[in-house]
Nanobody, 128 residues
């Protein structure tokens, strides 16, 4: 079992930045693929970014490429989402998720059904 706790959300103006963190606890964290999703009111949950255990293997939604950066610190069981140049359409609840995998798996899935554990989410609001 893995528990995920997000932090770092808040209210920013258009063009601002935020850094989200997700700390994992429970079973071994290292072999999990970590993903960030977001969900706005009345909309489906969508993939934002994800990172495999092996450094350098990441995946991004087209809508955030060039603005968001996902990274992880396996020694500290933490995954980060650096969000720059935020836009009002980025407003949503951001959720951290973990998918059971092997240390050799470098393919980051983008579907919600591929993830086994979820955090409660942190709210990001971007004002225009």
């Amino acid at each position: 079992q893995v528990q995920l706790v997000e932090s770092g959300g808040g209210l920013v103006h258009t063009g601002g930045s935020l850094r989200l963190s997700c700390v994992a606890s429970g079973r071994s964290f290292g072999a999990n693929i970590m993903g960030w999703f977001r969900q706005a009111p009345g909309k489906a949950r969508e993939f934002v970014a994800g990172a495999a255990w092996t450094a350098g293997y990441t995946e991004y939604a087209d809508s955030v490429k060039g603005r968001f950066t996902v990274s992880r610190n396996n020694a500290e069981n933490t995954v980060y989402l650096q969000m720059n140049n935020l836009k009002p359409e980025d407003t949503a609840t951001y959720l951290c998720a973990a998918a059971r995998s092997s240390f050799y798996d470098v393919n980051v899935p983008t579907g919600t059904n591929s993830y086994d554990y979820w955090g409660q989410g942190t709210q990001v609001t971007v004002s225009s």
